[in-house]
Structures are given as structure tokens and as C-alpha cells.
């Protein structure tokens, strides 16, 4: 380890850990609805945007209402995307002459981006205009994001609210999410990434020769603006293919310190907002702690595995540790950012996944396949983690022969079943990709790897799409007919058929009254709670994946042990 690596390991959770308190803070006064002193002028396009679509903040909605506005909004900006991506040719701010995209491809991504997925089924400087960067997929960057938050603020205030199913109004929570908090922060790091020499040009692709005299072309564009939502929005899809490995996506350590910081900072804040919101803060840091726990294991043992690997490879080990890595970054750059990224939804890279130590890889697809519940997604991995204390409390309540309680409210059936369904339908979902693409020819085709490592590119991508994280590693054909379709499908089951779900739970739980406290309540702000909490999360995990587990990255890595690799 160098000096910056020590520095990253150190000063990352401390300074998550310092600033969260904080903009959770801030993320609470926005939600209900008091306009921060520094940001006050931005009330005017608030209300005016109000005016514009003829809406009424302080009109509250029942959880069928809010559903409905969330799944038309997204519905219009997914299908006015596609359209604007297959007609990127005739439209401006497009330098290089690029065609429109496909149908597949143009609907694809345009799932991908509203959806918080950013499955990049192309190379960004090869593909998109500028226009269709900035316009189409920033856009859905900071709405796909926020529409995350106005889940949460809804789940939050079911808890909280008594008697009535009011769950707040949708639009109220989207553009308080985008205005007060998704724009500051994405316009202070964007400023920061540019002084750090990420580019932010509107130039045509700058054409000149190597020093053996060969041509190259460099490719520039708006990438700052982009980069700057993309790690705070937890969106993860990169300006330039290359993602955050790319030198003008990423230049120096101080911007690969900062956009790792941006990936997690808001997924913290929102689980601290959680608590401010219900009045259980002490619960919020309990999730928070379990969270931490789960991420700083995860590191920890895919350090050990990287930096450690099979003696029966001989010379070649020495190399291996480096193999698929950008130098600028080294090993444990890349895996703190590859066990982030994939724990908190982003699905941004700074190396090449597929060569990964099949235990580190294996850890970053276990990351996804529970759900991104470990800080997760903006708002996403909060209230997928609630779903899971639901779980937790029912267990418990179980154990002592008790009706469970969660937050002062009652349990019941309904609940329980709600929550299974939000656990337990990504689960099928990733398993029954996996046997698609195993058992037709469309999704073998795709597959560029062999042995049990194809096993886990194919598991990986799968858990990666259903679970909205985005990233694959990069032997798999993204572009594929199968994947552009069934991908498509797996992304929009993955997001709203768990938003659903969650906005029932929450308006059950708003109509239910507070019980007091007894002896006999389960605290959910203790060490026991906590132990409990992460056992649930890692039998859920193991009873449902440990099959494909054990003939994908387990089979791998005891293979390397004995020489043989894939």
C-alpha cells in the first residue's frame, strides 16, 4: 500500500461519517419543504414549474395517487428519451455526425436511464451527441435519482403519520429532491472536476498525431457536468466508455477521492434523513452501522483476495494483482471502488470487473444480489433495507410469540407479505435471467466467457440489471438483442415492481395508530437488532443464491488455487 491508499482507506468513512449528520439535515428541510437560505431564489422555478403542469404542493396524496404520478411521469420521460435518441442525427449539438440509435438500443437505454440503472449497452463517445448526453441522459440522471428520494420521503412519512394515508405529493418531493439538492451539489463537484482537468467542451473531437506519427482522435465533450450527477445521483453511467478508468473522466486522485465520496454520501444521508423523519434516529444509525459493517467486510476480504492470489499460478501471480487495473489507480483504489459501487447502486467503474479475483468479484455480485440494500441507491437502498427490518421484526416477533411492531406501528399479514414481495421478486427475477441465458441460444451467443467464470458474468449481469446497479463485466455483449429486450424488461420489473410494493406498505402503515412502548416491544436501535438485521440479510442472500454462487466465483476460485483459470 502507498501513502494515497492508506489516505483513501482512512479518510473515506471518516469524512462519510463526519458529513452525514449533515446533509441529511439539509435533505429533511427540503423534503418538508423549507427552502434553504443560500437557495431561495430557486423558489421561483419551483412554482413556477408548479403553475407550469397546474399542481398544488400542499395537496396530499394517498399511496394509489402517488404511485400513479410516479409510474406516468417516468413512463413519458423513458418514452420522450427513446425518441430522442433514435432521432439524434437531425437534432443539434452533435459535432461528430452521429446517426440515431436503434429502436432496441434507443428504448434500452432510455430504460436503463430512468430507471437508475445506466446499463451501457454502447460507448458513450462513440455513440451519443452531446445533445443526447446533456438533454436526454442528464436529465433522467437527476429525475431518476430524485424520484428515488420521493420514495423514501414517502415511506418516511407512513411511518410517521397516524391515522391518516396521506403520504405527501409526489411532485412536491421530485422537484424539492432536484431542485434544492441534486442541482447544488452536481454544480459545486462539477466545478471542483473541471479545475481537476475533467473536460467541459462543446468542440468537435480534436484530431492529431501520436509522436510515431499515427492518428489519433480525442475525444472531448461536456463530460464534467455529467460526471458530477452521475456519482451523486448513484446513476453510474459514464461520458466516455471507459467509464471513471478514463483520464478525462477522471484525472487526478483528488477526483477519484471526490467521486467515490459522491457515491456514497447521499445514500448515507438518506437513511439519516429516515430517522430525522420519523423521530427514530437512533434506528437510522443502526441501519447505518449495519450498513458499514457489511461494506467495510466486503473490502476488506476482496483486499485480501486481490492482494493475495493462488501460489500455484507461479510467475504469473506477481502480475495478476494489476491485471485489468488503471495504473494511475493501483488495487485498492479499484476494489474500494468496485465493492462501492456495486454496494451503493452506482454501477460506475474504474476497472475492469471481469478481472476481479473470483472472490472479489463473487463479494461485488453478492453486493448486488441483496438487493443494494448496503446504502444502496439514492432513496432505493433505504427503503430496500426497510423491507428487509420488516423481515427482521416479524422473525423476532416470532421468537417471543408476540404481534411484531416496527416504529410504534403493528405488523400485520399485509405488511409481511408486502415486504417478502419487494425482497423476494428480484430474487426470481435474477435467477430466471440467469436460465434464460443459459438455456436459449440468444443468450448463450452472448456470453464471452467459458467455465465457471461465464456463470458469473452471466449471475453478475443479471443481479446488476434487475437490482439497477448498471455495471457487467466486459467479456458479456451487452448489445445483444437478449440483453437489450429481456434487460429492458429486468430493469423496469427491478425498479417499480419494488417502488410499488413499498408505497403500498407505506400507505397501510400511515393509517395505523402508534402503539406505546412495552416490555415486551423488540428495540430496533440496539446490538441485537443489528446482529439480527445483517443475519437476515445474509441467509436471505445465501439460501437463495448459493447454489449459483458455489458453480460461479466459489467454483472459480478454488480452480485458481489449483492453477486453472477462465
Known sequence: MNSYDITLLILLPTLLIACTPFAGSWLVRVLEGEIPSGLRWLGKIERSLYNLIGVAPEAEMTWKEYAVALLCFNAVGCGLLAVMLMCQGVLPLNPQGLAGLSPALAINTAVSFTTNTNWQAYSGENTLSYFSQMLGLGVQNFLSAATGIAVLAALARGLRNAGAEALGNFWADLKRA??????????????????????????????????????????????????????????????????????????????????????????????DAFGRMTKAHKHAWALLLVMGCLLATAVGLSLYAETHPPAAMGEIARALPMEGKETRHGVVASVVWAQATTAASSGSTNAAHGSLSPLSGGIATLNMLVGEIVFGGVGSGLYGMVMMVVLTVFLAGLMVGRTPEYLGKKIESREVCLAAVAVLLPCGLVLAGCVASFCTSAGGAAIGSHGPHAVTEVLYAWASLVNNNGSAIGSLDAGAPFYLWAGSFAMIAGRFLVIVPVLMFAGGMAGKRHAAASSGTFPTDGALFSALLAGMILIIAALTYFPALTIGPVLEHLLAAAGRTF
Open 178 to 271: 432536484t431542485l434544492y439538492v441534486l442541482i447544488p451539489l452536481s454544480f459545486v463537484l462539477a466545478l471542483v472536476l473541471v479545475s481537476q482537468g475533467v473536460v467541459m467542451s462543446f468542440d468537435g473531437y480534436a484530431h492529431v498525431r501520436t509522436l510515431e506519427g499515427a492518428p489519433q482522435v480525442i475525444p472531448l465533450g461536456p463530460a464534467a457536468s455529467q460526471v458530477a450527477i452521475k456519482q451523486i445521483g448513484t446513476n453510474g453511467g459514464g461520458f466516455f466508455g471507459a467509464n471513471s478508468a478514463h483520464p478525462f473522466e477522471n484525472p487526478t486522485p483528488l477526483s477519484h477521492f471526490l467521486q467515490l465520496f459522491a457515491i456514497l454520501l447521499l445514500p448515507a444521508a438518506c437513511v
